[in-house]
């Protein structure tokens, strides 16, 4: 079965209508009135600079209803600013159209131009050959899909293991590939270099952070491919790929989507120096930054959180981790529009009724493990959640 435009498809199919209560492209207040101990709505708020964010730790906080089951670790941040981004504009020019089709291999005078459809994400070119098995999907807002030999035609769909990268050590676990053995740490630092030489995006770095060995749930062969995600990272924090967009209905009873997400997905089997897949949403540009001098501690962020929680019940959250969410500023992933990315304080809760292996079949997308997010602003302190009890 051949995929269509799949890393689209299946990013629309994350699209879950869900609510926001604040979203912090207007700052009410400037921080300075509020000075070293204050008030925001009724939670009192400190700061700290960003060499005392490193040493912080949740688990020595009183967190009261939201149960933290996973401390944070601040120690990789080297700044935290607000950052002004804009998706790529034009991604289907002459020069991209040379590069990366002499990159995977195909054909550029085979190309065939697509329209933009119904989503806002611009025209694209598609190549297709089934008797190469080869696919090469490119989207003039960044996005872009690539899929060859063996996992062209999809396969390796159930997950055997899966590693957290940034706190398993995983230098001795290695996996058999279609023709040979590889070693998982020495993958996932080749495809980050692959990703710095083939798709580098000024100002970012790309991180791998989680790794899943996946086997065919139908034949039975030791031979295993490996799905490995990669994320964005800003000065030791993070790009979100963990949630799922934000849309809501307006008074007119259309769709915005207030937020977006970035993910990169590749995975290896037939070749171990390009991937054998390789898949991304969309992409951006870094055209500032702001730093911000006085950051809300992580102490203040858990108060915030559950003083705008009382009365909801106990919340357990799986992951707490600071991130950049990313704010369309005119609700639209179109080319070339702009992005904010302000830095948050990420709680997440894990959706427990999720089957704990999924597979979409080509790659894990992280954002399907999660039922609830809430973000606290680390300039403002002001929360963003998909909670509907929320929504306003």
């Known amino acids: 079965m051949k995929y269509v435009r799949l890393i689209y498809m299946i990013f629309a199919a994350c699209l879950l209508l869900c609510g926001c209560q604040k979203t912090p492209e207007k700052v009410k207040e400037n921080m300075e009135k509020y000075g070293e101990n204050s008030q ?7 700061y700290c600079s960003v060499d005392e964010l490193k040493n912080k730790k949740l688990s020595a906080i009183d967190t009261g209803n939201v ?18 981004l804009s998706f790529e504009q034009n991604f289907i020019a002459d020069t991209n159209i040379e590069k990366y089709t002499k990159l995977f291999g195909v054909n550029k005078e085979k190309l065939k131009n697509t329209e933009a459809g119904e989503s806002d994400w611009g025209r694209g070119v598609t190549y297709d050959n089934e008797k190469e098995r080869k696919y090469l999907d490119m989207i003039e807002n960044g996005g872009m899909s690539y899929m060859a030999d063996s996992l062209y035609e999809g396969g390796f769909d159930a997950i055997e293991s899966k590693y957290n990268v940034d706190k398993e050590d995983i230098s001795n676990v290695n996996i058999y590939l279609a023709d040979k053995e590889a070693n998982l740490s020495d993958l996932c630092k080749n495809a980050e270099k692959w990703l710095e030489d083939n798709m580098y995006i000024a100002g970012l770095n790309y991180k791998v952070s989680d790794a899943f060995i996946t086997k065919k749930s139908d034949v039975d062969t030791e031979s295993r491919a490996v799905s490995i995600c990669a994320e964005c990272e800003y000065k030791g924090i993070r790009f979100n790929d963990y949630t799922k967009p934000l849309i809501k209905n307006n008074d007119d009873y259309d769709q915005e989507v207030f937020t977006t997400t970035a993910f990169t997905l590749l995975r290896y089997y037939d070749n171990q120096d390009i991937p054998s897949y390789f898949s991304r949403n969309t992409n951006f540009v870094l055209n500032s930054s702001k730093p911000i001098e006085k950051i809300i501690d992580p102490e203040s962020a858990v108060r915030i959180l559950k003083n705008e929680l009382s009365g909801f019940g106990i919340f357990e959250v799986s992951e707490a981790i600071p991130l950049y969410a990313l704010y369309l500023k005119d609700h639209s992933e179109s080319p070339g529009a702009g992005i904010e990315a302000r830095p948050v304080y990420a709680f997440l809760v894990k959706d427990t009724n999720m089957a704990s292996d999924i597979s979409s079949g080509i790659g894990t997308i992280k954002m399907n493990y999660y039922k609830h997010f809430f973000f606290i602003d680390m300039e403002t302190g002001e929360l963003t959640t998909d909670l509907e009890a929320f929504n306003k």
């Open 40 to 46: 925001i709505g009724h939670t009192e708020v400190t």
């Open 67 to 84: 149960k933290i089951i996973s401390d944070a670790d601040f120690s990789d941040v080297e700044a935290v600013d607000i950052l002004q």
